[in-house]
Structures are given as structure tokens and as C-alpha cells.
């Protein structure tokens, strides 16, 4: 009786954390209620109507494909940079020891550190420099800076936490490093290794600051809604855009979430 009073949160707690949720969601909540607002022009609340007629608008808009589809590569190619170069490095910091490995982990997690603007403008006066012109490349270059971060926070807990044993038994069975590789260590790090490429999706798709400065002429979708924010008519159409912003990261996050979980249950870990 003891335990199951003390499992119970108190009743103001339990009403601080709804406080709380509230005040993190019900922006989110408005959004998605303003997509189906029949005013085109304004913020009214509550809104004088609902209509579905701002999807069919948005369904019909090249530039809202155009910027998608930007986002969607960046994105992707981003997260393909992330995963090899974190994981590689990942895998140095927590399989080796060398002199100066505490330096490369703190460089390694520091762009994610910075605030964003600091970043973009490191990155558009080193492009500048360069004399590298700003294109779809610069942008994937600019995303990957802190998709790197994310892989290898997820790959350096499970590397941590992986018996190196296991490896050494590989070879003494005759695997070569390829073959280790694959059956061995591959298996216990692909959860970690998926729930960080979701989560640096996630971040890549919706970043605002660092494409700013490193995209030239071109505008990925976050760029193209504030940019429409400022326009007059079709405004629920930027919330249109958002809601299926919010619900493509959303859901990401979510399968790195039930991914990563019971990271702890992985073969040899404790042994």
C-alpha cells in the first residue's frame, strides 16, 4: 500500500506537468486549426468557418512541391553524410584509446553546441573564401555539420555499451573485418544507427539559421514559409505546410523513440 502511495504523483504535480504540456502543444494545436480556416487573410480566433479547400490549393502550388522536394534531398543526403562520418567516428572515440580523444569528442559535439547563427555564418565566410559558390550543396554540407552530432551521440552510447569480446571472438573464429562487421557489430548498433539517422532527418528537414546563410538563391520549405508569412492572402496555406512539417518529423522522433528505448538490451552488454 506504502509503495503504491508512493508510485502516485501528487495532484498540484500532476496538474503543473498538464500546465506544462499545454503551453508546449497548443501553439502546435493552433496551427493545425488555422490550416482549415475559411479566412485567408488573418488570424481571427476562433476562426469564422472550417473548410478544406486550403489543401487543395497547397496540392496545386509548384513552389510548395519545389521547396519539399529541396528539403527532402538535403535532408536525405545530409543524413547519408552523418551516418558514415559518425559512425566512423564514433567508433574511433569509444574502441580506441589515443591521445587526445576527450578533444575530438568535445569538436566533434560542438557545432550542436554553437548557437545556430554562429555556425551559419562560420559556414558562409569559409564558403565565401573558398570562393564556393552557394548551391544545393552547400546547404547539405551546412545540415550535416550537426546531423554528424546526432549519429554519433546514438552510435558512441551503443559502442559504450557493446562488448568488445565479442569481437575478438569473431576473429578467433576466423571472420575477417568485413565479416565482423556485418554479423557482429552491425546488428547491435543498427537500432542506434537508425533512430540517429531519423532524428538527424528530423532536424535537417526543419532547419532554418544555417540554411539561411549557406543557401544562396534557393529555398528548402521552412524558408518558404517564412517567406510566405509576410504575404497578405492564402495565409492558411503556410499552415497547411506546417502541420505536414510537424507530423514528418514528427514521426521520426517517434521511431527513434521506441528504437532506443531498451538500447540496453543489446548481445554481450555488462559481460
Keep these: 500500500m506504502r509503495s503504491d502511495r508512493l508510485d502516485r504523483a501528487p495532484l498540484p504535480l500532476k496538474i503543473s506537468a498538464c500546465v506544462g504540456l499545454l503551453f508546449l502543444h497548443l501553439p502546435i494545436l493552433l496551427i493545425f486549426l488555422y490550416?482549415?480556416?475559411?479566412?485567408?487573410?488573418?488570424?481571427?480566433?476562433?476562426?469564422?468557418?472550417?473548410?478544406?479547400?486550403?489543401?487543395?490549393?497547397?496540392?496545386?502550388?509548384?513552389?510548395?512541391?519545389?521547396?519539399?522536394?529541396?528539403?527532402?534531398?538535403?535532408?536525405?543526403?545530409?543524413?547519408?553524410?552523418?551516418?558514415?562520418?559518425?559512425?566512423?567516428?564514433?567508433?574511433?572515440?569509444?574502441?580506441?584509446?589515443?591521445?587526445?580523444?576527450?578533444?575530438?569528442?568535445?569538436?566533434?559535439?560542438?557545432?550542436?553546441?554553437?548557437?545556430?547563427?554562429?555556425?551559419?555564418?562560420?559556414?558562409?565566410?569559409?564558403?565565401?573564401?573558398?570562393?564556393?559558390?552557394?548551391?544545393?550543396?552547400t546547404i547539405v554540407l551546412g545540415h550535416a555539420t550537426f546531423c554528424i552530432v546526432v549519429v554519433y551521440n546514438n552510435a558512441v552510447a551503443r559502442f559504450r555499451r557493446f562488448s568488445g569480446s565479442m569481437v575478438e571472438a569473431s576473429m578467433d573464429l576466423g571472420a575477417d573485418g568485413f565479416q565482423t562487421f556485418r554479423y557482429v557489430i552491425l546488428p547491435n548498433i543498427a537500432t542506434a544507427l537508425l533512430a540517429g539517422g531519423m532524428l538527424a532527418f528530423a532536424l535537417s528537414f526543419d532547419e532554418v539559421i544555417v540554411t539561411t546563410f549557406t543557401a544562396g538563391q534557393q529555398s528548402t520549405?521552412?524558408?518558404?514559409?517564412?517567406?510566405?508569412?509576410?504575404?497578405?492572402?492564402?495565409?492558411?496555406?503556410?499552415?497547411?505546410?506546417?502541420?505536414?512539417?510537424?507530423?514528418?518529423?514528427?514521426?521520426?522522433?517517434?521511431?527513434?523513440?521506441?528504437?532506443?528505448?531498451?538500447?540496453?538490451?543489446?548481445?554481450?552488454?555488462?559481460?
Design 35 to 137: 490550416a482549415f480556416t475559411t479566412e485567408e487573410k488573418s488570424y481571427r480566433f476562433p476562426p469564422p468557418g472550417l473548410t478544406l479547400q486550403w489543401f487543395a490549393v497547397t496540392w496545386n502550388r509548384p513552389d510548395v512541391w519545389a521547396a519539399l522536394m529541396l528539403s527532402v534531398k538535403v535532408a536525405s543526403l545530409a543524413t547519408a553524410i552523418a551516418l558514415v562520418l559518425g559512425t566512423l567516428c564514433a567508433a574511433a572515440v569509444s574502441r580506441s584509446a589515443f591521445f587526445g580523444r576527450e578533444a575530438v569528442s568535445l569538436l566533434v559535439i560542438l557545432p550542436i553546441a554553437l548557437p545556430g547563427i554562429i555556425t551559419g555564418i562560420a559556414l558562409r565566410s569559409a564558403f565565401s573564401m573558398a570562393d564556393i559558390p552557394f548551391s544545393f550543396f
Design 221 to 271: 520549405l521552412p524558408i518558404w514559409m517564412l517567406e510566405e508569412l509576410i504575404r497578405p492572402r492564402q495565409r492558411p496555406v503556410t499552415n497547411v505546410v506546417a502541420m505536414v512539417v510537424v507530423l514528418v518529423t514528427l514521426l521520426p522522433i517517434l521511431a527513434a523513440y521506441f528504437l532506443t528505448r531498451d538500447g540496453d538490451r543489446i548481445a554481450g552488454a555488462g559481460k
